[in-house]
């Protein structure tokens, strides 16, 4: 017997129904499973007790002299190594230490202190329009609260977030792409941005190790659980990490 058109509409229906009822259950064990790869509470716990005691006072690796030149350094440091931002600044800062200072500099000479470092035009116009309006708005002085570094010219959430936690001691967490990827592989976050990354730790950091929780996970990043091949052999939360691919020992 041929089917009617309602016959054929009810199948269909029927049929997307079944699909939703499967695909609930499958949705549930994904979430299930993402759960389960992320650490427990005692295991976050256990990681920042062992980073504190292999470095019970790391420090961020950019050279500055106060909170203006370290806001300086942080932006001229954007998608540039802290290595090759100290090289330039160590000859900058002992000329231009103050907003007032680098005003009087100005951006050509600037331009040819940092033009080492990439994106350095910029940056360099970036560095003289923060200054301009530390000068207008803020006395001169760094403010330490989140809106008004961000309403700074070239300064976004990471960099406020460096700048509010080394100059101001704030449990902040800047989120940079070597914390990123470490809070992933560890199995501290799932989130698929760096700000989702950055709640999620805010999150799990028990409030003892939150002040220098983003130095331990960058310096972590940047020299053992390294982008290409990390070096699992010899980190010290090998056990407790979640990373399926781990490197073995050479
Ligand atoms: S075990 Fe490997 S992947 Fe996991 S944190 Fe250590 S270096 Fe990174």
Redo the contacts with the bound molecule.
Sequence with gaps: MSKTSSDVRHTSIGSSASKRKTAKPAAKVAKKARKSALLSEAEIREVFRRFHAANPEPKGELEHINPYTLLVAVVLSAQATDAGVNKATRALFKVADTPEKMLKLGEEKLRDHVKTIGLYRAKAKNVIGLSQRLIEDYDGVVPSDRDALESLPGVGRKTANVVMNIAFHQPTMAVDTHVFR?AN??GLSRGQTPLAVEEDLMHVVPKEYAMHAHHWLIL?GRY??KARK???WR?L??DI?R?PD??PAP
């Design positions: 470490v592989r560890v972590h053992v659980c990390p070096e699992c980190c939360i090998n990490c990373y781990k490197t």
